[in-house]
């Protein structure tokens, strides 16, 4: 737990690693060390011999005459040494606070220069950094934000939801040349796809309208509220908001999720079966994937009873064919004609 933090109960309780200090150290600091694609809680000391990373399984120093090159990119720090490199950033309770890392950087260049002062220079602008981190979360602690992002997602959703079958199913329709005829899918409201696609999206557009909005104090109150600064949110309503705030800071996740909905989604759209005088060709959706039938194959072509005004001709038609495959027009809409004039064009060609 940060002790500037605990001081005036900000600090929320959390299961940290035992970390051994070193009792000359100039800085300690809670940081987030990256290893891979994760970031582990480490403590960084700094002390006029250099660096020492300990905590989470690891123990790491690297030596101010080692320390060959100290860059700040995208809120984390890395320091090149002949054993490899240190990625870091600043940490305050458990959540990286990306604004630090010039800080942070400065604070690392005066200790390789040896210019390091206990209570004055880089180490009091740090200090000053993590006040003003805190200080701008308490202006930025808005109860208005969760609300308004999830209410604009909820909203947003429930339209997509609604939207969405007919924008696909028109973005996928086809015209058969003249004389042919087309049966193309149907997608429906309530497929999990849909809403999977449809409420990812909504929340990927309210996060991102949300950060425009209202600018780094997004961010400033998404960090704030993971950490449990907040003082006046208790059980569902704090889980909500620390729902909120993660996908403020990760709004790619939500983006994610809705462009793997729409990749399975889009081959039940494309996917269309086309019924010409050379035979029935059937279309996965997928590239690649595909049937075609002769009319030689097709043994039977049958009527199929339908529920009352689903139909304007009271049946839907299927076609059996030789290898036990069927295709019908059962929950489908067809194209090129009515369903009449495919049961008699099929029937025609039936063998």
């Known amino acids: 737990m940060d002790e500037r933090l605990a001081a005036i109960g900000l600090a929320r309780p959390i ?6 200090t070193r009792p000359n150290a100039l800085l300690r600091q809670a940081v987030l060390l990256r290893d891979g694609r994760d970031d582990r809680d480490a403590l960084c000391e700094i002390d006029a011999s250099g660096i020492r990373i300990s905590g989470s399984g690891t123990a ?8 060959r090159s100290i860059s700040v990119d995208r809120g984390r720090v890395t320091v090149i040494s002949p054993s490899g490199a240190l990625t870091l950033s600043i940490a305050l309770d458990g959540v990286a606070e990306p604004e ?3 800080l942070f950087g400065r604070v690392l260049e005066d200790g390789r220069a040896g210019t390091l002062e206990p209570r004055a220079g880089t180490l009091h602008e740090l200090t000053l950094g993590i006040d003003r981190a805190i200080e701008s979360f308490a202006d930025a602690d808005d109860p208005v934000v969760p609300l308004a992002v999830g209410a604009f997602a909820g909203v947003a959703g429930v339209v997509l939801v609604a939207a969405l079958p007919s924008i696909l199913m028109l973005a996928a329709r086809i015209e058969p040349a003249r004389g042919a005829f087309a049966i193309l899918p149907r997608i429906a409201f309530f497929d999990p796809r849909v809403i999977v696609l449809a409420f990812a999206a909504a929340i990927a557009l309210a996060v991102t309208v949300g950060r425009l ?3 780094p104090a997004a961010l400033t109150w998404a960090r704030g509220t993971v950490r449990g600064w907040h003082r006046n949110a208790r059980g569902a309503e ?9 996908l403020m800071l990760a709004p790619v996740i939500a983006a994610l999720v809705a462009a793997v909905a729409l990749g399975t989604l889009l081959p039940s759209a494309f996917a269309r079966t086309v019924i010409d005088q050379d035979g029935v060709h059937e279309a996965s959706g997928l590239p690649f994937i595909s049937r075609n039938h002769s009319w030689a194959e097709l043994i039977e072509v049958a009527p199929l009873a ?3 005004g689903e139909r304007a001709e009271g049946f ?3 076609l059996l064919f030789s290898d036990g495959s069927k295709v019908s027009t059962r929950g489908r809409d067809l194209a090129g004609g009515t369903e009449r004039a495919l049961f008699d064009f099929a029937r025609a060609h039936t063998r």
């Open 15 to 20: 299961e940290e690693p035992v970390f051994v």
């Open 60 to 67: 790491r120093s690297i030596a101010w005459r080692d320390a």
């Open 238 to 246: 704090e889980t909500a908001r620390r729902i909120v705030a993660r």
């Open 213 to 215: 909005a209202l600018g």
């Open 100 to 102: 630090l890392a010039h």
């Open 306 to 308: 339908v529920g009352f």
């Open 316 to 318: 839907d038609t299927q």
